[in-house]
């Protein structure tokens, strides 16, 4: 992007890439994430909710990113982030076991497919009547449905979105899933909810896995328990809404009769959610003793921190600005539309 502090990889880049190696931008990156964790560790202390580290090293990468002092010697390193991104979501598919989202029971994924379908047409057509670019419609629609700012980066590649247009998508994701770590603990109160409903809520209807547990946990165990359940439920479909996006855009991108299908959808889907649907089958398996299994999940976290401190660095406010509020705006009424009607739907389900 044009005004962006930090450019995609270029091969104009590639002189400096090789003067410089990818030392110090990986360096800025684990620091960056070190800073992050650290801010996310104050603000537990100091009571606010735990299970922010994502969020605090964006943070920590804007307010980086926005000093204008990084380096041309490390944007090599910083564009190393869609690798680990790919690493973290590979190794994530460690802590996917198909027994535990069949724990939920058949009323539960029930719930969770009502809700993928309503977040994609929610979205769908208020893009349209916000005359939103199609690729952001697309990418909220992805985010709100599946896990938020990872499943928008996921499938970023996959639309042939620029960074602009993910950036507006991730933005108005973050600052929705911000609010609702406050107001849906609040209206779960107000309302009475049980621990089991309101986590059943929560995993629903909250994009981010960290806000999601977050909210459960700040209700309470039980709710803790099963928002964690319910997001994983709906994490678990990221490969298939990934590829019926790329086969959508596929046939969208081409004019006329499109010959190899196949072909061109395979070049389009990411490669790595078969390595994340991989990692899945074995745990179900049971070929990962527990311990591997929270080396794997710290392996995982590790590299989206470094994925997400990129995503900071790269942004640009100007960028962000110049694609205006529509983008938030329809985030905003999407996500009440989901959340009104999610709760009504829990709410209906827990009397069986």
């Known amino acids: 992007m044009s005004q962006a502090i930090l450019t995609a990889p270029s091969r104009q880049a590639a002189p400096g890439r090789r003067e410089y190696g990818y030392c110090p931008g990986l ?17 537990e202390v100091a009571g606010f909710p735990a299970g922010e580290s994502v969020l605090a090293t964006i943070a920590a990468g804007l307010v980086l990113g926005h000093t204008g002092a990084i380096p041309k010697a490390c944007r090599a390193g910083v564009d190393t982030y869609g690798f680990w991104l790919k690493l973290g979501i590979i190794l994530l598919g ?9 724990r939920l029971g058949g009323v539960s994924l029930a719930c969770v497919a009502v809700e993928l ?7 769908t057509l208020l893009g349209r009547i916000f005359h939103l670019p199609e690729r952001v419609t697309s990418l909220l629609a992805i985010g709100s449905c599946i896990c938020g700012v990872t499943a928008i980066l996921a499938a970023k590649d996959s639309l042939d979105a620029t960074e602009e247009e993910s950036h507006s998508a991730i933005a108005a994701i973050l600052a929705l899933g911000i609010t609702a770590l406050v107001a849906f603990p609040l209206v779960g109160h107000w309302l009475g909810l049980s621990g089991q409903v309101f986590g059943m809520w929560a995993g629903l209807a909250i994009d981010n896995t960290a806000e999601a547990t977050a909210a459960g946990a700040l ?26 996006y790329a086969m959508y855009w596929t046939r969208r991108m081409k004019a006329g009769p499109v010959e190899g299908k196949a072909a061109l959808v395979w070049n389009k889907f990411p490669k790595f959610v078969l390595g994340f649907v991989l990692f899945s089958v074995l745990a179900t398996l049971g070929l990962f003793t527990p311990g591997q299994t929270k080396v794997l999940a710290a392996l995982s976290q590790g590299a989206f921190l470094l994925a997400f401190a990129a995503l900071g660095l790269r942004t640009d406010f100007r960028t962000l600005v110049a694609q205006g509020l ?27």
């Open 117 to 123: 379908a309503l977040a994609v047409g929610c979205m």
């Open 27 to 43: 360096l800025l990156l684990v620091a960056t994430a070190a800073a992050g964790v650290g801010l996310a560790r104050i603000a």
């Open 219 to 244: 209700y309470s165990e039980t709710a803790a328990r099963f928002a964690v359940l319910a997001k994983t439920a709906r994490s678990s479909a990221l490969g298939f809404v990934v590829l019926g």
């Open 94 to 102: 460690a802590n996917f076991v198909l027994s535990d989202v069949l």
């Open 326 to 352: 529509r983008p938030l705006a329809v985030g905003v009424a999407g996500e009440l539309v989901i959340a009104t009607a999610t709760l009504g739907m829990v709410m209906w389900a827990s009397r069986f």
